[in-house]
């Protein structure tokens, strides 16, 4: 797998927006770009032209079968999901939380473990105050498919080219520590690859193997975007092209409850 990473980063040279335009990536390969220059989103943006502004700027531009993931914060800004905190109350955030979910599975000090009215169970109910003005926190887009779906539509009709969107959130692990990207929503991409009834390398039929392409995607986006580099999408080129299709994060990777052996 091919890593393009911001050329400023690597060594002193021209910006990352000097960068001229990549070709498309090799057959046997994905190529990860970073979309530099965005700049800060403002609530209710249209956020897909910024980002084919942005798109152009970089030289990265838009190809058919691209897969364009974005951070969840700036659809959240762009969608207007941010909320008024008191930063003197140090129960306002807990306030927050609570009422952002319909479950709290785990408390401790003030961190919980929450499932979201979407399915997820995540910390905090995904409220979240980086990047954002002191006094503010953003919340979770309301239907994140609907925002890929939107998002996609929108690129579309600008770029005259057919791409999937993935919009990107990090999530920790219960059994491990770290944090890493995920999909809260997509668009145009396969969520889950099911592999069961295929054969494995040896001949022998798989028979409980889903995988969650759409989190692979959403966490190889996320090592040329960065927590404090101020770069909220990047474009995956080179997916392979049986995975496109319609689909959902809430109705493919949101495991029901009667699946679930912790609830």
């Known amino acids: 797998m091919r890593w393009a990473v911001p050329v400023a980063e690597l060594r002193p040279g021209p910006a990352a927006q000097d960068i001229p335009a990549v070709p498309a990536a090799p057959a046997a390969g994905l190529l990860v770009l970073p979309v530099v220059g965005v700049g800060e989103v403002a609530r209710g943006c249209n956020l897909a032209s910024v980002l084919w502004d942005a798109l ?48 709290v599975l785990r408390r401790r000090g003030e961190l919980r473990i929450t499932e979201t009215v979407h399915g997820f169970v995540c910390a905090n109910a995904g409220v979240d105050l980086s990047n954002v003005e002191d006094g503010h926190a953003c919340l979770l887009p309301l239907d994140p498919d609907r925002s890929a ?25 219960a059994w491990r520590r770290g944090v890493t990207d995920v999909a809260i929503g997509c668009a145009g991409i396969a969520a889950i690859l099911d592999l069961r009834g295929e054969a494995d390398a040896m001949g022998r039929e798989l028979v409980a193997t889903e995988v969650c392409v759409a989190d692979e995607i959403a966490a190889a986006a996320e090592l040329v975007m960065g927590k404090d580099r101020f770069v909220p999408a ?8 049986g995975w496109f299709r319609r689909s959902s994060v809430a109705g493919e990777v949101v495991r029901p409850p009667a699946e679930d052996l912790f609830r």
């Open 56 to 103: 152009q700027t970089c030289g990265a531009g838009l190809l058919d079968g691209d897969v364009l993931v974005v951070t969840q914060k700036v659809v959240s800004k762009a969608e207007g999901r941010l909320v008024e905190l008191d930063p003197a109350d140090p129960e306002a955030k807990v306030r927050l939380v609570e009422s952002e979910a319909v479950r």
């Open 149 to 173: 779906r939107r998002l996609r539509d929108a690129l579309r009709a600008l770029a005259a080219v057919s791409v999937a969107v993935v919009i990107s959130d990090t999530f920790g692990r």
């Open 234 to 241: 990047a474009i995956v080129r080179g997916v392979e092209r």
